[in-house]
């Protein structure tokens, strides 16, 4: 069965490109363009997803309110999420580590190939550890909260949906 | 119960949503089909009768898009609710103009809400 992902970003073209290349992905998708939308789906699945891709900047409410919402509820508090934003500062950073994100990633440091492979890893981890909380395999650079996130591999493009080389056609 | 007999057809390519769209209207007494793409709607459609179509926009094989062209006058005689995280406005005057009785905005869309209105359709 294709694990699922709930994609929660609030710029249209950017949410398409990044449905269509989950599910191009062999992933299933639940994508959400605000973060209201993300919670009212979290609340009626049947079937909870696998993963949160999670943009930091929404149009109704911010990542860490978005966080504390997943994080104070039972069900939910274990999905993995992946923040990806357009900026980090240290505090943002720290925050939603804190509040228990599995990483906060640049999205003009990766390209949509690199974070879907993340994914994978956070899902396979996910899936062999019993009982492992989603804190506790943060990348070392990652948990630390004064230190902003690693600039892990050259910028491809601004923005990953323009990345012309991973785009489907 | 009227609604009872009412048959809603979701036509969204994403599972996990079209899933928790079918409990909710099986819950609230509405006999549901699910079709993942515009093609598989069109199959659907040709055989069987509808009272509410759900359609999603952004699809593969075929898009929300192509199948209001293609059901043309048949959306006289099924209530076609257009659900798309597409928000511009001439996203909507197209749908509307193709035949579409609605179109929501699924961020602003509980689904709570989308039950309603299948309801009153």
């Known amino acids: 069965m294709n694990p699922t992902i709930m994609v929660v970003e609030d710029e249209e073209l950017l949410l398409q490109a990044i449905t269509k290349k989950l599910k191009l992905s062999e992933m299933d998708v639940v994508s959400c363009a605000s973060g209201q939308q993300a919670v009212d789906y979290l609340e009626n699945l049947d079937t909870l997803p696998d993963a949160i891709w999670l943009d930091y900047y929404l149009k109704d409410m911010n990542g860490l309110s978005f966080m504390e919402l997943v994080k104070q509820n039972p069900k939910w508090r274990d999905i993995p999420v992946l923040v990806v934003s357009n900026s980090a500062s240290p505090e943002k950073v720290h ?58 591999a050259p910028p491809a493009s601004d923005d990953p949906a323009d990345d012309s080389t991973n785009q489907p056609t | 119960m009227a609604d009872a007999q009412k048959h809603v057809l979701i036509v969204e390519d994403e599972k996990a949503l079209s899933h928790a769209l079918e409990l909710k209207l099986t819950h609230e007494g509405f006999l549901v089909t699910i079709a993942s ?39 006289s005689q099924t209530a076609v609710f257009v659900l798309s995280n597409l928000s511009q406005h001439e996203d909507e005057e197209r749908v509307l103009s193709l035949g579409a009785r609605k179109f929501f905005i699924k961020s602003d869309t509980p689904l709570t809400t989308i039950v309603d209105e299948v309801r009153k359709a």
């Open chain 1, 95 to 152: 925050n939603m580590l804190a509040l228990g994100a599995k990483k906060y990633m640049l999205k003009a440091e990766y390209r949509l190939d690199e974070i879907i492979g993340i994914i994978r890893e956070f899902i396979a981890d996910a899936q062999n550890s019993t009982g492992a909380g989603p804190t506790t395999s943060l990348p070392a650079q990652m948990s630390d909260p004064q230190t902003p996130p690693q600039a892990a």
């Open chain 2, 37 to 75: 793409n515009g093609q598989e709607c069109l199959d659907l459609v040709a055989t069987q009768h509808f009272d509410v179509l759900l359609l999603d926009l952004i699809m593969p094989v075929m898009d929300g898009f192509q199948v209001l062209e293609k059901l043309g006058a048949k959306t």
